[in-house]
């Protein structure tokens, strides 16, 4: 009954009052933007690289001047006649969490960053902003996009990806569309990789809130082959030739796997309408990774994939922040008198915008760990350690699929951010 009173409140809240204003500014087609970003800790910059057209739009045609959360920089469209916004959107990035790293202390790097936008019917000026651990302005670059450009690239219209729907509930103007791409599958594996695909997905929807609006979502799994299999582990020397170039070590930590070839993922893709990139790396070395709009790369044949790829599906999809810490120190992504914008760790300096009205009157904050395992997943309040860090950074129950592999579910405060996005995303 609350669940069902909780859909109707939100529903109400996230009516498609511009939903009418896509058809005015938009065709059905998608501009793929490709950005460098670059720099170090003391600078960064924005540089355009590529526009790229595709055949089809798949994402919102609501809600489409507003952010779905704060993330670690936007997008801004604007009719360049009027003025008026007419599309927002919202990511993290690799190169944003290098910055906080020791090498960005001395080295400046470029990394690739593509975003899905729809495409305009009459000129339009797109700003793109980075934000500092503290929410301010690092960088921005504003350019005009003519859609009549002939140099605007044209993608996907003749060459397409192999692919097989794993879940089609609608067209991809009603749904909420995943890509999940193969990565160090050979031609000769792409059965392996059909299978492995099908195993994330029904790890995805058998957690809630997806369990309860799978008819929300279709799932696309895109044969993208390379010429090597499995993935690259620098440091044991091991090197491969892959779809995307992924490699574990980043940041020369062992298990975050990641990729710097962005627009490689988004080449694979062009022609297939998807909003959301899902990686399966084929290997059994324990990894992975997962950054908010961007994408989410987890090896397929460690005994711990399923959880994994739920794990870091609630990063990429969700914006949903880790709930586990291993040091006393302050984590330089996350300033103590600053509210973190993800939805499921607060640093309590701006509580009532997280979970505060889920948390039952007279429940002590900071709250005492539950010891009763009915009570680890469920009973909301705050408790410390969170963000990385054991002090100043607080989470909503004992445990949760963002802290642990062990956890049988999300939390009920990671339930109710993820439910807010898909029907942000669907409503």
């Not at 990789?193 to 195993?199: H, K, L, N």
């Not at 309860?212 to 020397?237: C, Q, T, W, Y």
């Not at 893709?269 to 990774?289: F, K, Q, R, S, W």
């Not at 090896?299 to 599906?313: I, L, Q, S």
């Amino acid at each position: 009954m609350k669940k069902t009173l909780f859909s109707l409140i939100l529903s109400s809240l996230l009516l498609p009052g511009q939903a009418q204003d896509f058809d005015t500014y938009f065709t059905d087609r998608t501009l793929r933007v490709d950005y460098l970003f670059t720099g170090d800790a003391q600078k960064q910059e924005v540089y355009l690289d590529e526009l790229c057209a595709l055949p089809h739009w798949a994402g919102r045609r609501q809600h489409l001047s507003e952010l779905p959360l704060e993330g670690n920089g936007n997008i801004t469209m604007k009719d360049k006649a009027t003025g008026e916004v007419i599309y927002r959107t919202s990511f993290s990035s690799l190169f944003q969490e290098w910055i906080s790293e020791k090498e960005a202390q001395s080295v400046k790097r470029g990394f690739e960053n593509t975003f899905l936008l729809p495409y305009p019917k009459q000129a339009a000026i797109v700003t793109i902003e980075l934000k500092d651990v503290r929410h301010r302005t690092s960088a921005s670059f504003t350019h005009e996009v003519n859609p009549n450009d002939i140099l605007i690239h044209q993608r996907g219209s003749t060459h397409v990806t192999p692919h097989r729907y794993l879940l089609k509930n609608g067209e991809a103007k009603d749904c909420i569309d995943i890509a999940i791409l193969a990565e160090g599958y050979t031609a000769e594996e792409m059965e392996l990789f059909y299978r492995d695909a099908q195993a994330a997905c029904d790890a995805i929807f058998a957690h809630e809130p997806f369990a309860r609006l799978k008819d929300r979502f279709n799932v696309v799994a895109v044969a993208s082959e390379s010429e090597d299999s499995g993935v690259s582990i620098p440091r044991k020397n091991e090197w491969k030739a892959t779809a995307v170039s992924s490699h574990f070590d980043t940041f020369y930590s062992d298990r975050y796997l990641t990729s710097r070839s962005v627009k490689a993922m988004h080449n694979w893709l062009a022609g297939i309408p998807y909003e959301h990139v899902v990686i399966l790396a084929n290997t059994d070395t324990y990894g992975g990774g997962g950054i908010y709009n961007s994408y989410l790369l987890t090896t397929a044949h460690h005994p711990m994939f399923r959880p994994v790829v739920v794990h870091e599906f609630g990063h990429s999809f969700g914006g949903l922040g880790d709930e586990y810490a291993y040091t006393s120190e302050p984590s330089p992504m996350y300033p103590y008198d600053i509210e973190p914008w993800e939805p499921n760790i607060t640093t309590l300096v701006n509580f009532e915008s997280k979970w505060k009205d889920m948390v039952p009157e007279g429940t002590p904050i900071p709250t005492t760990p539950e010891k009763d395992r009915k009570l680890l997943y469920s009973k909301v309040g705050v408790y410390e350690g969170g963000g990385y860090t054991l002090k100043g950074i607080y989470r909503p129950t004992t445990e949760c699929r963002m802290k642990i592999n062990e956890a049988p579910r999300f939390c009920p405060v990671c339930e109710r951010a993820l439910e807010k996005m898909i029907h942000f995303y669907t409503y």
